[in-house]
């Protein structure tokens, strides 16, 4: 099928998927899961109850664990969505650094544009010349 497009999954989507990979694709066993110090244990089942902190910063917990706490590891994940054989895609891959991709690309668009100042440093605009 050309042009089909699949819907992105949500935060809570993708740790649900998943959950389901890591007990080998048996929704029973995540239900029955004791792996309760995985940051991903409260979203399991789909959502986490009040107290629980948002998914993507969850997720972002999850991914800090899996590269032993080094965040440029993360950053640099090579388990995307176009990952080749022997490794699978990780489901989590988007929401790695800690919020929704949307808004991070959002953020950091925004600080391209805004102009880096210094205290005391003072940046005249250029005179705009005219051709003669």
Not at 25 to 40: F, I, K, M, R, W
Not at 64 to 77: I, S, T
Not at 92 to 116: C, D, N, V
Request: glycine fraction near 6%; charge should be positive.
């Amino acid at each position: 099928m050309s042009g089909a497009h699949t819907r992105k999954l949500s935060a809570a989507e993708s740790i649900r998927k998943f959950c389901v990979a890591c007990m080998g694709g048996s929704y029973v066993l995540v239900s029955e899961c004791a792996q309760t110090d995985c940051p991903l244990h409260a979203y399991r089942l789909g959502q986490a109850g009040e107290a629980a902190r948002p998914p993507v910063r969850t997720i972002r917990r999850q991914c800090l664990a899996c590269c032993c706490g080094n965040r440029e590891q993360v950053r640099a994940c090579a388990a995307s969505p176009s990952c080749r054989a022997p490794f699978d895609p990780c489901p989590l891959w988007r929401f790695r650094l800690g919020s929704r991709p949307e808004i991070f690309e959002r953020r950091r668009k925004k600080a391209r544009r805004t102009l880096l100042t210094l205290p005391g440093l003072v940046i005249e605009k250029p005179a705009n010349q005219e051709a003669s």
